[in-house]
């Protein structure tokens, strides 16, 4: 007979369930309703504490989260990421998913899903997603997808894909080593993965064609997105331009670049090509054809000197106010790389002044109006200077220009810490033999976020950057609610009404309840809690019926999985929450759906392989 769950217990699944509630109600910031659960759970526990614990322990229990490894590998993983994005290291990846993309969006989708599942069934699967996160935002910065679009049906094949082996996810193994303990066969590392890889066969297509649409569009492009700058393409010796004639590199052009009073025939050394376009295509338009935006020796001055001030160098917007000096000069008379030490790499002309006049010097230079907007690059400091010694009102938006030169080491710092949480770090045994010593990934992640400061990949004063207070304060949270619901009593109370009601029903719906249950569990405690309850309930279900514990096992498995349904089922979740901009209302709409479909999916493919 079912006993009747403590106080604790019952405490634990209301605080759950208010949780809920108020993440999905959306009424008060999801930072909150985390800070409330916390506190909520220390008061609680310090004037009713749990049996065998002092009043201090539900403090240390309620805060703990924020000292907790999974919060630590979180924010090193976001900083890692941060490293491969300020040094550029992603851009050769992020240009061939870009090619992609811009032949068929939705093509492009999908070869990130089919990446994305196939990569994580031999990869863990956070450090597959840290890799793919900058890249889809990238992409979705030029305009091609937004990356509230894509992320979730990313994260989703990733989540899903690291289910079809024993490898794929630290809870797989955590599910198989606790069957092997109790008795159980051992599962081979493949020994289940024909029936993932049949239910990806439903997933990925809902994953491509539908989960997008259920989702919000963030792509609403800030204004300096829409600016179209004017800039003089100056034509190196040694480029693609020189001696070419245009029409043999207009396929080199980024989309968006417009080309005016090209020269006919070939394009002379040293030519000062007048193209325009939004900052990004220009900046791409330079790198393709391997130019100029301003006169060489100003850009090298200008990396010189932020190498020697250790200062990143930055790309500005500035508009040209009525008492400024500028005003009706050109960029060559105005002396501002002789003066200021910086580079104006275009001129953006609003629509009003546009009809108002048009004013070119003798060599066909624009003059600066007021109103124009100019895109200038150099060092804060000497930017500083620029905006306040000549009249200019500095717009929001600044932007770091890539560290390229240490793309390589933050690529390598990044492939280090993956291959050894992964693969392992190469070793052998005492007999000769290779033993790879895999590390966790809370170590190979904290290694590779202090080798990213050391290097100078990522720089101290811009760690805030990387973080988010939002997604902190809701892995703090949820770890708190997870270890309550544990430590009251309130799984184990639920395993045991879930083992007496599933004594009367049919092999497929025990299979599809106890899949249902571990789900619940994974999506409001963790996948930890949920593998560690589900899977010896599981096992001895099978056995009070006379039914394979196998499938009954990897339903619990698969369980642990489907972490869709809320942002702090599962770390990756909350990795993309603040690059997609997710509300939690999100994740319930659009991971619903897919839980329903998998569990639905995966039951009657365990009940047909195993012929139940």
Not at 473 to 500: F, N, P, Y
Not at 510 to 516: F, T
Not at 581 to 590: L, M, N, Q, S
Request: charged share 15%; proline share 5%; hydrophobic share 55%.
């Amino acid at each position: 007979m079912l006993e009747a769950p403590s106080y604790h217990a019952i405490a634990a699944m209301a605080v759950t369930i208010a949780m809920f509630i108020g993440f999905a109600r959306g009424r008060y910031p999801e930072e909150i309703v985390s800070l409330v659960t916390i506190a909520v759970i220390g008061v609680g526990l310090y004037f009713a504490p749990l049996a065998g614990t002092k009043p201090t322990d539900g403090l240390a229990l309620a805060f703990g989260g924020f000292g907790h490894s999974a919060l630590i590998t979180i924010c090193a993983l976001m900083i890692m990421g941060r490293g491969l994005v300020v040094t550029g290291a992603l851009e050769p990846f992020a240009r061939l998913l870009e090619n992609v993309f811009r032949l068929n969006g939705q093509i492009g989708l999908l070869a990130a899903l089919l990446l994305a599942f196939f990569l994580s069934m031999f990869v863990n699967d956070t450090p597959v997603m840290v890799l793919l996160i900058p890249i889809v935002v990238a992409i979705a910065a030029k305009g091609l997808m937004a990356s509230s679009k894509v992320l979730m049906p990313l994260n989703t094949a990733v989540l899903l894909g690291g289910m079809a082996t024993t490898i794929g996810t630290s809870t797989n193994i955590l599910v198989v080593s606790i069957a092997d303990d109790i008795g159980m066969a051992p599962i081979g590392v493949f020994q289940f993965t024909p029936i993932v890889l049949m239910a990806g066969l439903v997933a990925v297509p809902y994953l491509w064609l539908v989960m997008p649409r259920m989702l919000p569009d963030n792509s609403v492009l800030p204004d300096n997105a829409r600016r179209i700058f004017h800039t003089r393409l100056r034509v190196g010796s040694s480029g693609a331009l020189a001696g070419a004639d245009l029409t043999s590199v207009h396929a080199k052009l980024p989309e968006g670049i417009t080309v005016h009073d090209a020269p006919a025939g070939p394009l002379p050394p040293h030519h000062r090509l007048h193209i325009s376009g939004t900052h990004e295509a220009i900046e791409e338009a330079a790198r393709a054809l391997k130019g100029d935006l301003a006169p060489t020796w100003v850009i090298d001055r200008i990396r010189n000197v932020s190498k020697a001030k250790g200062e990143d160098i930055v790309a500005v917007e500035m508009t040209v106010t009525a008492d400024s000096r500028l005003v009706t000069r050109t960029l060559a008379s105005s002396g501002i790389a002789d003066l200021y030490g910086v580079a104006v790499l275009g001129i953006h002309r609003p629509a009003r002044v546009l009809g108002e006049r048009e004013i070119y010097s003798e060599v066909g230079d624009l003059r600066i109006l007021e109103g124009d907007v100019l895109l200038v690059m150099g060092i804060e400091e000497d930017l500083q200077s620029f905006a306040r010694s000549d009249g200019l009102l500095r717009l929001e938006g600044a932007r770091e220009l890539p560290r390229r030169s240490k793309a390589v080491l933050a690529g390598a710092i990044m492939l280090g810490a993956i291959s050894t949480a992964s693969l392992g770090v190469p070793w052998f045994d005492s007999a000769g033999g290779y033993a790879p010593i895999k590390l966790p990934i809370a170590i190979s992640a904290l290694a590779g976020a202090i080798a990213m400061f050391v290097t100078g990949c990522v720089k101290f004063d811009r760690v805030g950057r990387a973080l988010s207070a939002k997604v902190i304060v809701l892995i703090a949270a949820s770890l708190a609610i997870g270890r309550v619901i544990d430590e009251s009593g309130a799984a184990a109370w639920l395993g045991q009404a879930l083992s007496l009601g599933l004594a009367y029903l049919p092999p497929a719906l025990v299979l599809s309840a106890i899949m249902l249950f571990v789900t619940l569990l994974t999506n409001f405690a963790s996948n930890a809690t949920a593998a560690t309850i589900g899977t010896p309930i599981a096992y001895s279900i099978a056995l009070q019926l006379g039914l394979p514990p196998e499938p009954l096992v990897l339903a619990v498995l698969f369980g642990c999985n489907l972490a869709f349904a809320t942002p702090i089922a599962y770390q990756t979740n909350l990795l993309i929450m603040s690059e997609g901009d997710y509300e939690f209302g999100d994740y319930v709409r659009a991971g619903l759906p897919v839980v329903a479909l998998m569990v639905t999916v995966l039951s009657v493919l365990l009940v047909l392989w195993y012929g139940l």
